[in-house]
């Protein structure tokens, strides 16, 4: 195979797996309501299984059906129960590693924590929000795929991430503050929108990282082999993880005041 062929030898996959996940993902903010909330609770059960999984932990599938339980539960708890139950199931699962306990507990939390953001920007049929979160993503992932193979250049992070370069990390930048324009009308925001956009974005390529990072400790190369070809369903939502936990943290200090309303 060629340099060029090598440089775009992933784009078919990437692009199909996308387009699968893009067509579940929008049928699910489309239909709301109780199949959107299956849908995350499964998912977030799904990746705390592959979590477990990845660093060895003891139970692991007990642990995958009971964070997607205590997801389906917060939705009919107050939410004072939420950071309590997230963390005290991280806790169960750290106890139950023997190597790299404290990081289990860091990534099982993390992974718990964005998936109540997917499930909390959804409520009270807050379409716009889970729409602007997802086409961030979507943007900083393309224009970060693209820029870094057409333009090349140093390394972002080439100890944890060989491939992505700073010229495809700035490309994702902009292109999420420019999703961010686009719906400042509809979301009734000002231009702080853009700059949030941009983080967001940003946290979504730190949570691709994140993932690459913690699979390169654990020497493998996928979370798990559910999606054929294509490796787990922590794989394939890393990004979103770091944007919706980063989305939470801006609601949290009152830069989202429409969110969940």
Not at 57 to 79: D, E, H, K, S
Not at 127 to 132: E, F, Q
Request: proline content about 4%; charged content about 10%; glycine content about 14%.
């Amino acid at each position: 195979m060629s340099a060029g062929g090598a440089k775009w030898s992933d784009l078919r996959r990437r692009a199909l797996s996308g387009v699968l996940l893009l067509v579940l993902g929008a049928f699910g903010v489309y239909q709301g309501g109780l199949f959107f909330v299956v849908l995350i609770c499964i998912i977030c059960g799904v990746m705390v299984w592959e979590t477990a999984r990845m660093f060895e932990t003891r139970q692991a599938v007990g642990l995958g059906i009971a964070a997607t339980v205590v997801m389906v539960a917060l939705n009919f708890l107050p939410g004072t129960f939420a950071l309590p139950l997230m963390l005290g199931l991280a806790l169960v699962a750290a106890s139950q590693t023997e190597h790299d306990g404290p990081l289990s507990f860091v990534v099982v939390a993390w992974v718990l924590l964005a998936c109540f953001a997917l499930l909390w920007l959804r409520a009270g049929h807050e379409t716009l929000w889970i729409l602007w979160l997802i086409l961030v993503v979507i943007a900083s992932d393309v224009a970060g795929y693209f820029a870094g193979r057409m333009l090349g250049g140093p390394k972002f992070w080439p100890r944890i991430s060989p491939k992505k370069t700073w010229s495809g990390t700035i490309a994702g930048w902009l292109l999420a503050g420019i999703v961010g324009l686009f719906f400042l009308q509809p979301l009734g925001m000002g231009l702080e929108l853009v700059p949030m956009s941009m983080v967001v974005g940003f946290a979504g390529q730190m949570g691709d990282i994140a993932e690459s990072a913690v699979k390169r400790r654990k020497g493998i190369k996928d979370s798990s082999s559910l999606i054929p070809g294509h490796g787990g369903v922590f794989d394939r939502f890393d990004a979103m993880l770091g944007s919706s936990a980063a989305a939470l943290l801006f609601w949290a200090v009152g830069l989202m005041p429409g969110a969940g309303a």
